[in-house]
């Protein structure tokens, strides 16, 4: 059964090009909130600190929070990307990933080759490969310009190509970045439709946004994340109506 | 239509325990369905190399070009320098230089196999190996444009290897281990400590002028024996031998095996210990 358990997860960033001596001198001068050094006198990051929770089947959390409170490095390390320094996660479930539109792109292929591409990063087969491209193509409707490089393509179209190639896949957990809110409005409509079916057939939502409305409509649960610790956990109502409080 | 790639009943099971690492497992599993997926690190490789030579009339003919001029160029020279004829010494010249420019070019290229997928490493979750056995490919696209030269060279000077010129291949195969062992190594360190990738290009170029390539071997005299200390002179040789001569001797294969045992124990040795800091490095 899909879920997803941390328990005291750490994830701290390693600033290995930043002189540490200039940098404790700008530590001193402001109270330092996340910047420390570790044992080996490495000046780290705390992007995440002894995050615990649990996420059952049928969950929409959102993650809440201020820039920079760690709510895209939790989705990358839900991923797998990053390692936990401490503590322990369990993800259970074929995991969808939307937190990067451009990842694995190739700006000097065209929208088909990256389709192709995409569906090796994916690990497809050939034939499973050529029907996402017949499927992307249809959905993103470029048409012609399918077998132009993306570099050529307008922002619009580039975000509608990433869109598409994103979406055709139902994972049981999906790691979703708020990026896909861009786009123009004829094909937001359809996005908008995508994206419900994609949310409702994956068995775990994790999203991490800054668009309260699509909080409301989307998520049964929030977690307000600030400066790398939770904050709030709970419905959704609860969680908004507190920040608005206090 | 909403494709399901994989349909698994249960799903996939991640889990990471900073308390209890499991490294070795882990690396072992990275490796293999690194290698299960070689077919995603030969399309990245095409790319790397089409990108390279994009709009370029002769594209990756290039690399087969300037290498010919090369050795034509260095040929006339050396041979007048070293009062040798010119069909002796350029059989000779041809495979050495391929052959160096080829691992020099690994060597150099090593170093930035994991720093330059930075954008993939930060975002997507993929098997490290994938990025060391892309780098393996993209050499080895060079190595196609450059090593026909040799075959080319050999007629124009009449020289005709024996059939034991196929042992080559098997030197060919110890230095694609190499290439690998080396493109995980070099490109983990280069990733955390930025100062290795130019150590390395100095390095390159003192190894090129110590090691045979140039020069024959013979004129060391006595001090031959100290040879197959050069890790780079001995695969070199393991290639280069089969094709100039009747083979490599014994001792250059066991030192060639014996310095390939050791990239490969170190690589992975470091790949355990590290794997899980490599997307905090580049």
């Known amino acids: 059964m899909p879920h997803i358990l941390a328990e005291g997860l750490a994830i701290e960033f390693p600033l290995y090009h930043v002189g540490a001596r200039s940098l404790k001198k700008r530590l001193l001068a402001k109270t330092p909130l996340r910047l420390r050094q570790d044992e080996s006198n490495r000046v780290v990051v705390s992007a995440l600190r002894d995050l615990s929770f649990g996420i059952g089947r049928g969950e929409r959390v959102a993650l809440v929070g201020h820039n920079g409170a760690g709510k895209t490095t939790l989705l990358r390390t839900l991923a797998g990307v990053y390692e936990p320094v401490a503590g322990r996660l369990e993800v259970q479930g074929s995991i969808g990933t939307l937190i990067d539109p451009a990842a694995g792109m190739d700006q000097d292929s065209t929208g088909r080759e990256n389709i192709m591409l995409r569906a090796l990063f994916r690990g497809l087969s050939d034939a499973e490969g050529q029907a996402m491209a017949e499927e992307v193509g249809r959905f993103s409707g470029l048409g012609e310009f399918l077998d132009v490089p993306v570099r050529t393509y307008s922002a619009g179209m580039q975000v509608r190509l990433s869109f598409a190639m994103a979406t055709v896949m139902a994972p049981e957990v999906l790691l979703m970045d708020e990026w896909f809110l861009a786009g123009d409005a004829e094909f937001m409509a359809r996005a908008q439709e995508r994206l419900e079916r994609l949310v409702s057939d994956a068995d775990i939502l994790v999203l991490a946004t800054h668009n309260m409305e699509v909080v409301r409509d989307w998520c049964t649960r929030a977690i307000r994340l600030d400066a790398g610790r939770i904050v709030a956990d709970g419905p959704v109502a609860a969680v908004l109506e507190e920040a608005a409080g206090g | ?217 013979e004129l060391l005299a006595e001090k031959q024996v100290w040879l197959p200390l050069n890790p780079f002179y001995t695969v070199m040789e393991t290639v280069r031998g089969p094709l100039l001569d009747s083979g490599a001797p014994l001792l250059i294969w066991a030192s060639a095996i014996g310095f390939t045992l050791l990239t490969c124990a170190a690589a992975f040795a470091f790949f355990v210990r590290f794997r899980g800091r490599i997307a905090f490095w580049v």
């Open chain 2, 1 to 217: 239509m909403l494709m399901r790639p994989t349909p698994q009943p249960a799903g996939p099971l991640y889990v990471c325990d900073a308390g209890h690492p499991r490294r070795l497992e882990r690396a072992l599993e990275d490796l293999a369905t690194g290698f299960r997926r070689w077919r995603l690190a030969a399309a990245l490789a095409g790319l790397d190399i089409r990108n390279r030579y994009r709009g370029s009339v002769l594209g990756p003919f290039w690399l087969s070009l300037s290498t010919a001029i090369m050795v034509v160029a260095l040929g006339i020279l050396y041979s007048a320098l070293f009062k040798l004829p010119l069909a002796d010494y350029l059989p000779f010249l041809a495979v050495s230089l391929i052959i160096w420019n080829l691992i020099s070019q690994i060597v150099t290229d090593a170093c930035t196999s994991l720093t330059s997928s930075e954008g993939i490493i930060r975002q997507l979750p993929l098997p490290y190996t994938v990025h060391a056995l892309r780098c393996v490919f993209r050499n080895a696209v060079v190595a196609a444009h450059s090593l026909p030269l040799i075959l080319l060279v050999f007629l124009a000077c009449g020289h005709l290897p024996g059939p034991g010129a196929v042992l080559a291949l098997p030197g060919l195969a110890l230095m694609a281990v190499n290439a690998f062992a080396v493109a995980l190594f070099l490109g983990m360190l280069c990733a955390r400590f930025r100062d290795i990738a130019p150590i390395v290009g100095s390095v390159m170029q003192l190894a090129f002028f110590v090691s045979p390539v140039i020069w024959k071997p």
